[in-house]
């Protein structure tokens, strides 16, 4: 037995960040046992125990001590576990450092000359005074800052202190920089524009839209081995050099001139006290977690059609990269940018005004370049002025948040399946960069929070990006504080007003999603009132005579199915009104749910009272008295079923109808998609989902993969049949709304559904298909590790195999089996372990269509209608009374004169049973 994925707030042994009362979480692999009889969780302070709970009765998933921190602190703590089979293992030694938790600074804000467009270092030679034994730097450094000691950063995070509502707080960042300061004493913080102060948003003249000037703060806490300690903070005796950065912003990128003088070195500037005081009442220990490079690609060189020279990384990505030069002095290197090739040139206007690229003046020595002060979203990128560009000196580098990304995997039969998984993962990792935004690449990158909302359930299957979501829902609640409850559209807000529901909703769906994954209470906690906020604001807005409805709304954003003329062509055809009411409704139902499980009844009573107004409103505004939905689109019918908003059979018929009636295709945008293939499922049409799923032609997500996707797109059709764009006004291929289907796969074609926060409990009830052949699923929930697997053996034998973690059930459903399976599996209701069956199914796997099936079961998929409809004209129009005989019984009928159908020859029969059976999978 072994105790593993230790955390504290979801963050392995976190230095400096604001932890409140920190809760403590772990998992145990290996054991024998199938659940904790006792846990004990000891924590102490240099040796000194602060807390020991004593062998009792620990949450593994969130467990708060109910701690008071001290500032500046590192505690150790370590976990110990006894199974119910007497099993004993303790934890590795884990550690959390506290930062200043508030306390006064012994440092001052500086600035400089914000004019001069070098970028300025500030620095200082530490007077140490002894061996040092340790040393913490806590610093605030704004737009962007790199702390570097004796000339090498003090850390690897890029992008420091990252985005936030700069006007409200400022995060402090906590770097331990004991062994850097072993070689000497210079200590240098180069700052650079970044979101707060250089170009962004949607005013594309305006840069810093929160504030013109560099500003830092710096403290540095020195213990020598003798004991005693000394503080340098920021003052007057801090000094400010230019670097040979010229110019960085995060839409255009930086220039580099390593052929520029050196500029006097001048004496840093206090700031003025009462602008000092404002930036000082905003400090907070940070939430983000550091935005980290990560992996990195090898690129091959292509020359192009039009002769350019283009290094290709051949995944679509968020980052920098690394280049080595070794030009001649003068010569201006460049490097540019873009998503994709059109005609095998390179090519970039989708990135609309963002120049996306590093300019470099060589000195004629030999460097390797890499931006600090920007990041792009890419996979091509053009380089110009090298003598002799080589691949080998290019290196792609992925940056962005330090969550682990690949905590859920799945596998199949299926290339193009996997491909669109992996697709889902990158962007999830292209567009969680300290906030979680639309697209990295063109001029906006903006912390979009319906985008946000749609894809949290499979961000949270991919990844554990619990810790990034609690620093967006910091920044959201500190947003929403400044409009009354309102959620803005992005989040940091920009100085951008204006809500709308689905993006606004992002307030409560988020952490009611984190809670339902990690099974931790503190994120409703820490959220629950501005959950609540968001909902009253909505009430407000309504008022007494549904002014919701009458607001602008977004709603199914980049839809097909918008046909009325006016409307605008990225909103789709389902009322927009309707969306959000829907969505006001579920997020009274998720106060609710929040407020019951933090005991919280009476606020619970309130939001269920409210969101039974909502839904009376919603069914007297569009629905018949008979309770039919008047919103008649596929996205309305998935809300319907998403929601519970009417008879589930029924808006499930009418749904696979209307995909029946659109050619077999969706039709859906960022509402619709979200839940498509979800309440197919659930409403027992698995078949349609793995139709719409597998579909290859547009609109579809293999679509996009058989295009050479290697993230979501924006558009379902953002690159046409040729492959080339489809447009420049919106169109991203680095989005990741539509990848939320994954979520499908793992609940659905997998069968992995939680039905107890943090997956303590889980049905598990895979959906095999031929199609795929194969899947492997493994998931490293909050609970532990799940594993689900299955094999089509062959067209009658199943293999199924399930890993139930340490702590966790599982209720099993098998597919297509009968109880001698589930007895050979184990049972239906299984402990921890692992369990495996291999048995004959109830039901061909593999499908095999012929003239033996009823008309009712050939009309209902796309490939046997259409063979259907070859022979016999208007298959919608089959008289009733032969839907439910074979084809063969039926065909005598449809030939003897109905209307409408054909002359069908005497061996139609044979022929046709011949063409269906040729569909077989
Ligand atoms: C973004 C979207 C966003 C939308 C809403 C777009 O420009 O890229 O993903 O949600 O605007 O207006």
């Avoid at 810093?208 to 300690?229: F, M």
């Avoid at 499979?458 to 810790?467: Q, S």
């Avoid at 609640?477 to 204006?498: C, S």
């Avoid at 031929?770 to 062959?794: F, N, P």
Wanted: glycine share 8%; proline share 4%; charged share 25%.
């Amino acid at each position: 037995m072994r105790i593993a994925a230790c955390t504290v707030n979801h963050i392995v042994n976190p230095l400096g960040f604001c932890l409140g009362d920190p809760t403590f979480a772990w998992t145990v692999e290996e054991a024998t046992g199938s659940r904790a009889q006792a846990s004990r969780l000891v924590v102490s302070d240099g040796g000194q125990v602060v807390a020991d709970t004593g062998w009792t009765d620990l949450d593994s998933l969130g467990c708060r001590l109910g701690l008071t921190l001290t500032p500046r602190t590192r505690y150790e703590w370590q976990v110990s576990v006894r199974s119910d089979a007497g099993e004993e293992a303790t934890s590795d030694a884990q550690w959390f450092e506290t930062g200043k938790l508030g306390e006064p600074w012994q440092a001052r804000w500086l600035t400089c000359d914000s004019q001069e467009e070098r970028h300025p270092v500030f620095f200082r030679d530490l007077p140490l005074s002894g061996e040092v034994a340790q040393a913490r730097a806590y610093v605030c450094g704004l737009g962007l800052y790199e702390l570097r000691v004796n000339g090498v950063p003090a850390s690897e995070e890029r992008l420091a202190p990252g985005t936030c509502a700069y006007d409200r707080w400022l995060q402090v960042g906590t770097y331990d920089i004991t062994q850097q300061l072993q070689d000497g004493s210079l200590v240098e913080v180069a700052l650079g524009n970044g979101w707060y102060k250089g170009r962004f948003g949607f005013d594309p003249g305006r840069g810093g839209w929160y504030g013109d000037n560099w500003e830092l703060i710096c403290e540095l806490r020195v213990r020598y081995a003798d004991g005693r300690e000394e503080v340098f903070g920021t003052d007057v005796d801090w000094q400010v050099r230019r670097s040979n950065v010229t110019f960085s912003n995060l839409y255009d990128g930086e220039r580099r001139d390593d052929t520029l003088s050196e500029l006097p070195v001048v004496a840093a500037t206090l700031l003025d006290e009462r602008r000092a005081q404002e930036q000082t009442d905003k400090l907070e220990d940070r939430w983000s977690l550091p935005v980290m490079p990560q992996e990195e690609f090898d690129v091959t060189l292509v020359t192009t059609p039009a002769g350019e020279c283009v290094f290709d990384c051949g995944q679509n990505l968020a980052g920098t990269f690394r280049l080595r030069v070794h030009e001649p002095r003068g010569t201006v290197v460049r490097v540019q940018m873009g998503e994709v090739l059109q005609e095998g040139n390179f090519y970039r206007d989708n990135l609309r005004s963002a120049r996306a690229e590093y300019v470099y003046v060589s000195d004629g020595a030999e460097h390797v370049l890499e931006p600090r002060f920007t990041y792009f979203g890419y996979r091509y990128a053009k380089v110009e002025g090298l003598a002799q560009p080589d691949a080998a000196d290019f290196v792609a580098v992925a940056t962005y948040s330090a969550f682990p990304s690949d905590t859920g995997r799945v596998v199949t039969g299926h290339a193009g399946v996997n491909r669109l998984v992996e697709n889902a993962r990158w962007g999830m990792r292209s567009n969680f960069v300290d906030t979680a935004t639309d697209c990295p690449q063109r001029d906006e990158r903006m912390g979009w929070t319906g985008d946000a909302q749609v894809f949290s359930p499979a961000a949270l299957l991919l990844g554990a990006p619990a810790a990034f979501f609690a620093k967006y829902l910091h920044d959201m609640a500190h947003e929403q504080d400044k409009f009354a409850g309102m959620v803005p559209l992005v989040v940091p807000a920009f100085m951008l007003g204006g809500t709308t529901g689905v993006w606004g909703d992002a307030s409560c769906i988020i952490p009611w999603n984190v809670y339902r994954a990690t099974g931790d209470v503190s994120v409703l906690e820490r959220q629950i009132d501005h959950m609540a906020a968001w909902v009253d604001y909505v009430e407000r807005v309504d008022g007494d005579d549904h002014g919701w409805g009458r607001t602008h709304q977004l709603g199914d954003w980049l839809a097909l199915d918008n046909y009325l003329p006016g409307k605008e062509e990225r909103k789709g055809g389902t009322d927009e009104g309707y969306i959000a009411y829907a969505f006001y409704l579920n997020s009274a139902r998720i106060v609710a749910k929040a407020a019951r499980v933090l005991g919280r009844t009476d606020m619970a009573d309130h939001y269920d009272r409210l969101a039974d107004r909502v839904l009376a409103w919603i069914r007297s505004e569009w629905f018949s008295p008979n309770g039919r939905c008047c919103v008649d689109t596929q996205t309305a019918q998935v809300v319907n079923l998403a929601f519970g908003l009417m008879d589930e059979a029924r808006a499930a018929e009418r749904l696979v109808e209307l995909i029946r009636l659109n050619g077999d295709r969706l039709s859906t945008g960022f509402v619709g998609t979200a839940f498509l293939c979800d309440v197919l499922s659930e409403a027992g049409h698995s078949r349609v989902a793995y139709d719409l799923l597998l579909n290859e032609d547009f609109p579809g997500w293999l679509y996009a993969v058989n295009h050479g996707a290697t993230t979501i797109w924006e558009r379902w059709n953002s690159l046409d049949e040729q492959g080339r764009i489809s447009g420049t006004g919106m169109n991203s291929l680095n989005h990741y709304a539509y990848g939320e289907v994954v979520e499908w796969i793992f609940a659905h074609a997998a069968g992995l559904r939680s039905d107890a926060p943090g997956y303590r409990s889980a049905v598990v009830a895979p959906e095999p298909s031929w199609r795929l052949r194969t899947l492997e699923m493994t998931l490293e929930s909050a609970v532990g590790m799940w594993r689900v697997a299955w094999r089509c053996v062959d067209e009658r034998r199943l293999r199924v195999e399930i890993v139930v973690p340490f702590g966790a059930t599982a209720q099993v459903r098998l597919p297509f089996a009968d109880e001698a399976a589930y007895q050979a599996l184990g049972g239906r209701e299984l402990s921890a372990g692992s369990y495996q069956v291999e048995y004959e199914t109830t039901e061909p796997l593999r499908r095999v269509p012929c003239a033996d099936w009823t008309l009712r079961e050939l009309v209902a998929s796309a490939d046997t209608r259409s063979v259907i409809a070859r022979h016999v004209r208007h298959v919608d129009m089959l008289p009733p009374e032969t839907l439910d005989l074979a084809l063969r019984e039926a065909l005598p009928l449809l030939s003897q004169g109905v209307p409408g159908t054909r002359e069908l020859s005497e061996d139609a029969a044979e022929r046709l049973d011949a063409e269906l059976r040729a569909l077989a999978e």
